[in-house]
């Protein structure tokens, strides 16, 4: 709510050009310089039965629904072991930022592991960044631990990575990366 | 995930060109056209502690803690009643959107009512819109009910409304518009 504080009350960025005598510490003190939230996703029962919904909803076409890849492409892993977990997906893209419908499949991961405890809702926000390994080890200064990670390997290919970011943000954090 | 799926798989727009014939219908059918997606809300139980938790997590500086306006001027009505219900608010802008940390003070309200049910999380996904009542109407064809509205007198003063979706897109929808 409140639209009309959001200029006077949001929070704005500290002084990127004081960098001196930071080094290493200031960059890892600002891990979302130069990132931009992309997606808002959001976990469900059934992919099909939402995608037609949302489509219903906002007045936009039924999309097509996306199923991740298999093991040997998409390396994923969660809580530190790899797993057969799939996802089906559903875009929505609005001006500024993708609302994604995400159905588990398969094995365990971090999309089933939200839907069994908490229902359906909001799984994530993700951030599109560069240099994920860079990105990961900020990440996990902040005490915000890696929980599952993969990769894509149609159009350009990419990689993403979930962290437990609940304790210092009330909401898990993604990172996806384009190659 | 799969970001680089998003031009592919992410749903277009209706022709909004091809009206003929459709009239109210047509409007009802898109009442998302001419609207974008600003805001984020997290409920949270103590918006101190998380400002200063997400200020230091993205590199920002502490934002000023916004407290709402008193039933008199923000004319909270909450299922139906009037509620003495009251936000504590703190606001990070990223490029694109705002991410809204919202603790719930006084009367019942639907923020008080996620924590308690849901505990901390995405309470709600914000779109600015312009013609309130219209939009309400709109959101209540498509069976959302309309929980709970206010306004605001500050700055340009506004209103908002946020409506049960759950069924509909499983997360709940905010409509803002700045007079």
Known sequence: ?????????????ADKGDTKGAGTKRSN???FDGTKIVQIAIVVRDVEKYAKSYAEFFGMDVPQIIVSETEDKAKTRY?????KAR????????DNVTLELLEPVGGPSTWKEFLDSNGEGVHHIAFEIKGMD????QMQDRGASLIQEGRWTSYTGGRYAYFDSNAQLAVMIELLENF
Do not use: E, H, N, Y
């Not at 809580?79 to 797993?83: F, Q, Y």
């Open 1 to 13: 709510m409140l639209a009309g504080l959001l200029i006077a009350g949001c929070a704005s960025t």
């Open 29 to 31: 003190a600002r891990p």
């Open 79 to 83: 809580l530190g072991r790899t797993t």
């Open 87 to 94: 996802v089906k997906q559903a875009f929505f893209r609005f």
């Open 134 to 137: 860079d990105r990961i080890a």
